[in-house]
């Protein structure tokens, strides 16, 4: 349930009214927009009495809410949530270019990588430590160590760091990662999310593989019940009857999560696609459709990547593909 408050509410009156709801055992979720302030209601709303509080002068309007999500809810909080990950702001308007390798596998490496898309305009670096390999016998990251070259790529170029976790026992390895990443097949990794809700650093959650639009907001909720509002959504293709590429891109998926939810959207085309030369339109359809953002795999030298290399572009090719990213946005704002 949702109640519109009046524009200029006294203070007073309107924590009078929090108390008196949390007194009646809800949880208030608070929005302060720059026109109106939004309570969301949540917990068990079925006897709450409507016209009661409607009938309060302070009160605008008093809408039930029928899906299961409330906190990501555009109706609970109708302004665009902006995530802040060590100064770089996604979401609300501030497009995000989040590029590097699937995995981190030397300090070279990642370093030449991060200063390559650096320099072509990406403002976050990605790099895998942690892999969730379909075959236990395929290179599975270098783990803490993956984790400390990506901090001095970080301290090299200035760019703050995204990085997988698939288990909340590698919680203390993260303390000084930027933006946690959870993996497509993480996503209903319940346990994880709520450690999550608590480690207070945003959250990139990726769709899951054969995950519902509802599916992920609900997971988003889990993080967020746990206090922890700075949630990125990912949608990274799902399976469908594709043959000739890794997955499909739900490209639909951006505009109805930004009706549904207030949380910043992004697009991984690398992984919808599998293949690099996919990448750049996918990309672009992304970013036609509003997302706040783009995940994308580069590599300087794919053919030897240990993961990935695929759907990998060089560093020339992310550039190339910037500058169209650009013109697009500029073409659709
Ligand atoms: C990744 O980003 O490295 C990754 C494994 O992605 P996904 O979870 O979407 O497959
Ligand atoms: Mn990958």
């Known amino acids: 349930m949702i109640v519109v408050l009046k524009s200029n509410v ?24 720059a026109y109106q302030t939004v309570l969301g209601l949540i917990g068990d709303t079925a006897k709450v009495d409507m016209e009661l509080i409607e009938s309060l002068d302070i009160v605008e309007s008093v809408k039930r809410v029928s899906e299961t999500f409330k906190r990501c809810n555009r109706k609970f909080h109708p302004d665009d949530t902006v ?30 990588i991060a200063k390559a898309v650096k320099a072509s305009g990406a403002n976050i670096l990605r790099g895998g430590a942690f892999k969730p390999r379909t075959s236990p016998y395929d290179f599975q990251g270098l783990k803490a160590t993956g984790l400390e070259l990506l901090k001095i790529a970080r301290q090299e170029t200035g760019l703050p ?14 303390e000084d990662v930027d933006i946690l990443q959870v993996g497509a097949r993480n996503m209903q990794n319940f346990d994880l999310l709520i450690e999550l809700g608590h480690f207070g650093k945003p959250v990139l959650l990726k769709r899951g593989l054969a995950n519902t639009l509802k599916e992920l907001l609900m997971s988003a909720e889990y993080i967020m019940a746990g206090g922890n509002e700075q949630v990125i ?7 469908t ?36 030369r996919m990448v750049p339109p996918m990309a672009l359809s992304a970013v036609a459709a509003g997302a706040d953002g783009l995940i994308i795999e580069v590599h300087n030298d794919p053919i030897h990547a240990l ?15 910037s500058k169209k990213v650009r013109k697009v946005r500029e073409a659709v704002l």
């Open 10 to 33: 006294n203070e007073n009156r309107r924590k009078q009214l929090i108390s008196w709801l949390e007194s009646q055992g809800l949880g208030v979720h608070i929005s302060t927009g």
């Open 83 to 112: 995530v802040n990950a060590k100064g770089v702001k996604i979401g609300g308007g501030n497009f995000c270019m989040i590029a590097g390798p699937c995995s981190v596998e030397t300090e070279e490496q990642i370093v030449s």
């Open 161 to 174: 760091i995204v990085s997988e976790i698939m288990s909340a026992h590698d919680l203390k390895l993260f």
């Open 233 to 239: 959504l990912c949608e990274r293709g799902i399976r």
């Open 241 to 276: 009857f594709s043959d000739y590429y890794r997955n499909t891109l739900d490209v639909s998926a951006v505009p109805m999560l930004h009706e549904l939810s207030h949380l910043p959207v992004i697009v991984d085309p690398s992984h919808a696609t599998g293949i690099a």
């Open 307 to 321: 993961c990935d290399g695929a759907q990998s572009l060089r560093p020339e090719e992310y550039d190339a593909l």
